[in-house]
């Protein structure tokens, strides 16, 4: 597969969409409760057909250089997602936006996937501002955009319309300029041991 390696037990790759549906919904249908907390479109996912028709739009997107959304795998099983939801040349931002499944929470994963893609966004496609956007009361997302040293650019009151309504949203935001430091030692310690980090076919 066309993967994007950070450790030997960790990677993120591009979508297939006739082998990767299954399995990645059987976790969206297993922990439905907890993803469509957050993420509204995972209640109305309800086939395997639906999911790979989603994967196959987001590699045409991917094509186009519109997103790009890739599967989180650990130890050679698919556990979640993350992705590029936008790129908007009007002010060459990206959107980054994840799930991940509950048994393998805790472990940094999504931290890690979130340095690729910031890589990936300032390194290879050339943007300027990267974002997230999460939940006041999505604890975790909110402390994965901290730990990966974005700074609150603010809250957004009734941000964000979930399945229980509206919720304040808070935006983060990593520059290039904060991205690329001239001295080495600026750069995150995380990032100097993350390993080989570039697209390979295995």
Known sequence: MLSYVIDDDFKLALPRPRLDSAPLFAIIDQERDDIGRFLPWAN?????????????????HFGREESMNLVLWYRDEPVGMISFNHFRPSDESGDIGYWLKKSVRGRGLVHQAVLAMCRIGFEEYGVNKVIIRAAVDNAPSNAVAQKAG?????????GEKLADG??????????????IKPQENSVPLSLKRGGTLFFCGC
């Open 44 to 60: 109305g996912l309800k086939t395997v057909a639906e999911e790979a028709a989603f994967l196959r739009s987001v590699n045409d």
């Open 166 to 179: 509206f919720h304040d949203e808070n935006e983060y935001s990593l520059l290039r300029s904060e991205w």
């Open 150 to 158: 974005f700074h609150h650019d603010g809250t957004h009151r009734a």
